[in-house]
C-alpha cells in the first residue's frame, strides 16, 4: 500500500500569511493526488485534483504542485475562512490512502 | 444542483451486517466513478470501497476487503454498501462520494461531490 504522510500534523498561522502544507508518498504517483479541506461537522471539499488543477469555484489562492512523490499545498494569503484541517489523497493504485491530515488553526 | 444522500446506518451488534444505501440527484452515477469514504470519531478521513462507472473495476480497503461489497444501481441512480462480519473498529461516519472525472476507472482522481454521511456504530 502507498503511505502518504502530511506535514506538519498541524500549524498556526494568521489571516494574510502564506501557509505550505507538504504531501510525501511512499512511492511514486505521477500525479495522481487530491487536496481536500475539511471543517468541523462538515464532508470534505475538493480543492485540488490531478495535483495542481483548481477544483471550480475555489478560490485561486489555493494551489497545488508536486509530482512522484513530494507534493505540496500552498495558501497564498490565509483568510478566516481557511482555518480548517487539510488531506491529501493519493489516485496512484488500490487502496486508495489519505494523508494523516494538517490542522491549521489560527494564531 | 449535484447531491448525494446516503442512508442505512444505525447500532449493530458486532458480527452483524447493514446495507447502506446513497441516492443520487441532479446528475447520472453511471457516468462516474463512486466512492465510500469513512471517518472515525475524531479521526482522519479512510477510503473504504470505489467502483468504476461501467462496474468493470472495484477496489477495497485492506481493512474492509471479503466483508464489504460495494454496487451499484444505475437505474435507480444509487450507490450501495453491503457491509458484512461488522467489527467495532468500522464505526465511523460513512460518506459517499463523487468523482470529478467522467466515465474514469475505479479511483478517485479527486472527490467533488459528497453526501452528508450516515453513522454506523458496532457495539454490543
Known amino acids: 500500500d502507498i503511505q502518504m504522510t502530511q506535514s506538519p500534523s498541524s500549524v498556526s498561522a494568521s489571516v494574510g500569511d502564506r501557509v505550505t502544507i507538504t504531501c510525501r508518498a511512499s512511492?511514486?504517483?505521477?500525479?495522481?493526488l487530491a487536496w481536500y479541506q475539511q471543517k468541523p461537522g462538515k464532508a470534505p471539499k475538493l480543492l485540488i485534483y490531478a495535483a495542481s488543477s483548481l477544483q471550480s469555484g475555489v478560490p485561486s489562492r489555493f494551489s497545488g504542485s508536486g509530482s512522484g512523490t513530494d507534493f505540496t499545498l500552498t495558501i497564498s494569503s490565509l483568510q478566516p475562512e481557511d482555518f480548517a484541517t487539510y488531506f491529501c489523497?493519493?489516485?496512484?493504485?488500490?487502496?486508495?490512502?489519505f494523508g494523516q491530515g494538517t490542522r491549521l488553526e489560527i494564531k | 444542483e449535484e447531491q448525494l444522500v446516503e442512508s442505512g446506518g444505525g447500532l449493530v451488534q458486532p458480527g452483524r451486517s447493514l446495507r447502506l444505501s446513497c441516492a443520487a440527484s441532479?446528475?447520472?452515477?453511471?457516468?462516474?466513478?463512486m466512492h465510500w469514504v469513512r471517518q472515525a470519531p475524531g479521526k482522519g478521513l479512510e477510503w473504504v470501497s470505489g467502483i468504476s462507472w461501467n462496474s468493470d473495476t472495484i477496489g477495497y480497503a485492506d481493512s474492509v476487503k471479503g466483508r464489504f461489497t460495494i454496487s451499484r444501481d444505475n437505474a435507480k441512480n444509487s450507490l450501495y454498501l453491503q457491509m458484512n462480519s461488522l467489527r467495532a473498529e468500522d464505526t465511523a461516519l460513512y460518506y459517499c462520494a463523487k468523482d470529478i472525472l467522467l466515465r474514469m476507472g475505479g479511483l478517485p482522481n479527486g472527490m467533488d461531490v459528497w453526501g452528508q454521511g450516515t453513522t454506523v456504530t458496532v457495539s454490543s
Open positions: 512511492q511514486g504517483i505521477s500525479s495522481w
Open positions: 441532479g446528475f447520472n452515477i453511471d457516468d462516474y466513478a
Open positions: 489523497q493519493q489516485a496512484n493504485s488500490f487502496p486508495v490512502t
